[in-house]
């Protein structure tokens, strides 16, 4: 396998109980990381919430993978990066996209709060294009001409509200190693960002399968 990807022998039903565990720990960090930026609590009830915050900290640091988590492979194909910074069920500060694939559209929708503010009220310009780099990606994998991104330009058309946002993408054309994705992303006040990908696939996976495909 390549770094940073496994192969694991866990059946559905773990990989199905270890999302009921983590998932809802994950969203209880989210929800304390918005509380944390939006808090105008009490001297004493910041002082009393670091402490809980460090107890918790030391539960979960009690025992640590050897490495992040990466991407995990089970038998029947399904894959995990639940440590991803966009749809990580483990990671907290990923604002979770769930992307749904019909007709070569990818489409996701996401809640974005306090924790994604860069201009007064408004998403971070970084995280408007890391929202765009995850889902034209996607729309690659999924339309199988996968790779790494090469370069990725994002025009910002207005400023991105915080709250509930849209994003799709699809692939607009592949040209030997590289797979051109274009996608948007909107919110109630229209468009706000569009951009292209131009993803490509490592030597590494192509040197890869082209050893798989050679005669024995």
């Known amino acids: 396998m390549l770094d940073g990807h496994e192969a694991e022998r866990k ?56 490495a992040p988590f990466g991407t995990k492979w089970s038998a029947d194909g399904t894959r995990r990066s639940w440590g991803n910074a966009v749809i ?44 765009l780099d995850q889902i034209l990606g996607g729309a690659a994998d999924h ?24 994003v799709t993408a699809r692939v607009d054309r592949v040209e030997g190693v590289k797979t051109f994705a274009v996608g948007r992303v909107h919110t109630a006040d229209g468009l706000c960002a569009e951009a292209e990908g131009i993803f490509v696939l490592p030597r590494e996976v192509r040197d890869m399968v082209a050893e798989m495909g050679r005669p024995q």
């Open 11 to 66: 059946t559905r039903e773990q990989i199905e109980a270890e999302a009921e565990l983590f998932g809802p720990l994950t969203s209880s960090v989210r929800s304390l990381i918005d509380a944390t930026v939006m808090t105008d609590a009490a001297p004493e009830h910041i002082v009393r919430a670091r402490a809980l915050v460090e107890e918790a900290a030391a539960l979960l640091d009690s025992r640590r993978m050897s």
């Open 88 to 131: 990580g069920l483990r990671n907290p500060i990923a604002p979770l996209l769930e992307v749904a694939y019909e007709d070569g559209l990818a489409s996701a929708e996401s809640d974005l709060g306090a924790a994604y503010e860069g201009p007064p009220g408004l998403v971070h310009g970084g995280v408007v294009a890391l929202l």
């Open 143 to 166: 339309a199988g001409v996968p790779g790494m991104t090469g370069t990725l330009t994002v025009r910002y058309r207005k400023g991105t509200r915080l709250g509930p946002v849209r």
